[in-house]
Each structure stands twice: as structure tokens, then as C-alpha cells.
């Protein structure tokens, strides 16, 4: 196990130490169904249909967000995560109250007219 003299252990630092010291072993992390319903470990995870993103295609009805197996069933979704650079995406899959708000200052936070405003008050 390597030593850092700052910082912690997450759950990628042991993913990548057990990569190391196991590299021809593969494990799946799927969470088995509750109630029939999922919980979706990422959104690039190879059991469902995926979306022009190349991510689980996620669908609302009714303020339900359900996803399709590859063998066509469709399941009730109770949780995604998203990690690295699909945290950019929680943004889409908010749907609760205030979603249109969550948008805006997502979209305000990465414009450019954000940067440009910061600059002239002296902020980097």
C-alpha cells in the first residue's frame, strides 16, 4: 500500500490499488434489484440502453425515472451515481423542485460571461 503524507482513501484510490496487485481480475458492482426497482452504479454501466451521451438513457414518466435493460425490460431507477465527469450531468436527471433554478446557475457558473464578470471584480 503506498503512503501520502496528505489526504485520504476513497473508493477509487482502492479501486486503482486493487487494480495493481490484481490486474487480470475483474469484479461487478452492480446492486441487485430492490423491490424491483435499481440503483444504477454509473451512468456509462453496460446493462442498460444508452442515450446519444453514450449514458443510461434515462426516462421520466409521471415523475418516475425508469431505465431499459438491454433485454428490453423496463425498471424503475431509486438512485444513480455519477462520478467524475458525469457529475456533469446530475443536472439533466434533477427533476424535483426548483429544477429550472438548478439549471440556470449551472449554466451560469460555466458561461463565459461569468468569467468575463469575475475578471473585471478582481475574482479569478
Avoid at 425508469?66 to 444513480?80: C, D, F, K, M, P
Avoid at 460555466?110 to 471584480?121: E, T, Y
Wanted: proline residues 2%.
Amino acid at each position: 500500500m503506498l503512503q501520502h503524507e496528505i489526504g485520504g482513501v476513497s473508493d477509487i484510490t482502492l479501486f486503482d490499488e486493487y487494480e495493481q496487485v490484481y490486474p487480470n481480475c475483474s469484479f461487478n458492482f452492480e446492486i441487485s434489484r430492490v423491490n424491483g426497482m435499481v440503483f444504477i452504479n454509473s451512468l456509462d454501466s453496460p446493462y442498460y440502453k444508452k442515450d446519444n451521451n453514450n449514458y443510461v438513457d434515462v426516462k421520466w414518466v409521471k415523475g418516475v425515472p425508469y431505465a431499459t435493460q438491454l433485454n428490453g425490460e423496463r425498471v424503475t431507477i431509486i438512485g444513480v451515481h455519477c462520478f467524475g465527469l458525469q457529475k456533469t450531468y446530475i443536472r439533466k436527471l434533477y427533476k424535483g423542485k426548483n429544477w429550472f433554478a438548478v439549471r440556470l446557475v449551472y449554466f451560469w457558473k460555466i458561461s463565459v460571461f461569468k468569467m468575463i464578470f469575475d475578471r473585471i471584480r478582481g475574482r479569478r
